[in-house]
Every structure is written in C-alpha cells, then in structure tokens.
T-cell receptor
Framework: SAVISQKPSRDICQRGTSLTIQCQVDSQVTMMFWYRQQPGQSLTLIATANQGSEATYESGFVIDKFPISRPNLTFSTLTVSNMSPEDSSIYLC???????????FGPGTRLTVL | SQQGEEDPQALSIQEGENATMNCSYKTSINNLQWYRQNSGRGLVHLILIRSNEREKHSGRLRVTLDTSKKSSSLLITASRAADTASYFCATDPRSGGYNKLIFGAGTRLAVHP
C-alpha cells in the first residue's frame, strides 16, 4: 500500500476565491491523480499530475479552473479557482504503486463554497 | 461517462448475513479494483483482480471476475455493523494510454446490529 496525506481536510470558502489542496505521497508512488466526488456521486478523474510538466486533463476539466502542479515525485497541488457553489465536492488525490495501477487514495478534502 | 454500473444501488442487511454487490463494465480492462468509502471520507483499497484472474479472496471478502460477461462481484461474508459504507468498483481500461481508473456509481451498504 501507500501512505497518502492531504490538507486541508475540509474548508468553507466564499464564491470567487481560490483554494489550493496539497497532497503528499510516500516514495513508492509512481503516478498521481486528482479526482472529484460531487455530493452523493461517484468519483470522476480530473487529471493526471505529471512531474515537472503540465497535467493531463480529462474531458470537461481545464487548466484555468483546476491548475495542478507536481514539482517532484511525492508532492502535488490542486487549485480550485474562482469557486462557485457548484464546486462544492470532495477532492481526492491518489497514487499508483505497482505496474498494475493499484491506486491508493488520500483522505480527501471536503470543500463547501458559499 | 462512467465505465461501470453497480447494483444494487443500496443494500440493507442484518449483521451476520452475507452481502453481494455486482459491477458491470463496458470495455476491455487490465484489472478491476474494489474500494470502500465510509461517510464521504477517503477510499480504502480492498482488492485488485487482474483480467486473467477469476477469483480472489482477502479475509471476509471474495471477488469474482467474468471478463466474458464484463462483470464482477464482491461478496462480504458474515457482515458486521462496521462494514456499513459505500462500495465502489473501478476499472483500468485496456485502451486510454495511461493508468486512469473509471469508477462505478457505487453500492451503499447498511449492516444493522
């Protein structure tokens, strides 16, 4: 398995502001990902965080709204920009640790936008 | 769009009973993984089954995979109140170019004492 931590664990923000979420993984992780889980829904992949280069975004997610950095192998940030109430979700980072893409998740960040 | 569909959407059982959850998917996969989520917290990885495997066990968990039917099942035996959670299947599609996971809608399991 892998040890993955996130902070903050939760936050309440005003619309129009931005929040940066941090994810720290242990050294076993090769790839890192960011997911969103809207209330009562399943997880949707936002992007793959690439070390030292631009993230790879899924359809429906754009860099201007969700800028992602991964300056080294074990750390990544996701920023939710210009927030609206529709951005209220749980944001989770994950890391894969084997060639089988076995992914382990952080505890998530519960974001509420007022 | 989501790869997997799970049924039932919700399941309510008594402690000691077995719980079976099913997952269907649409495209060829490298593997399928099952996760548990308690009360909107992070996901706990339960088990990974590769496309060339048919069954795996881990403690009280038994997972089966039928690639011809594109379906998987998760069986929890002798359930406990602590098993109350949402359970998700996630597939690693064979196409796609990189290691993404696509999640099913999940099954909400309630185990009553």
């Amino acid at each position: 398995s892998a040890v993955i931590s996130q902070k903050p664990s939760r936050d309440i923000c005003q619309r129009g502001t931005s929040l940066t979420i941090q994810c720290q993984v242990d050294s076993q992780v090769t790839m890192m990902f960011w997911y969103r889980q809207q209330p009562g829904q399943s997880l949707t992949l936002i992007a793959t965080a690439n070390q030292g280069s631009e993230a790879t975004y899924e359809s429906g997610f754009v860099i201007d709204k969700f800028p992602i950095s991964r300056p080294n192998l074990t750390f990544s940030t996701l920023t939710v920009s210009n927030m609206s109430p529709e951005d209220s979700s749980i944001y989770l980072c994950s890391g894969s640790v084997t060639s089988y893409n076995e992914q382990f998740f952080g505890p998530g960040t519960r974001l509420t936008v007022l | 769009s989501q790869q997997g569909e799970e049924d039932p959407q919700a399941l309510s059982i008594q402690e000691g009973e077995n719980a079976t959850m099913n997952c269907s998917y649409k495209t060829s996969i490298n593997n399928l993984q099952w996760y548990r989520q308690n009360s909107g917290r992070g996901l706990v990885h339960l088990i990974l089954i590769r496309s060339n495997e048919r069954e795996k066990h881990s403690g009280r968990l038994r997972v089966t995979l039928d690639t011809s039917k594109k379906s998987s099942s998760l069986l929890i035996t002798a359930s406990r109140a602590a098993d109350t959670a949402s359970y998700f299947c996630a597939t690693d599609p064979r196409s796609g170019g990189y290691n993404k996971l696509i999640f099913g809608a999940g099954t909400r399991l309630a185990v009553h004492p």
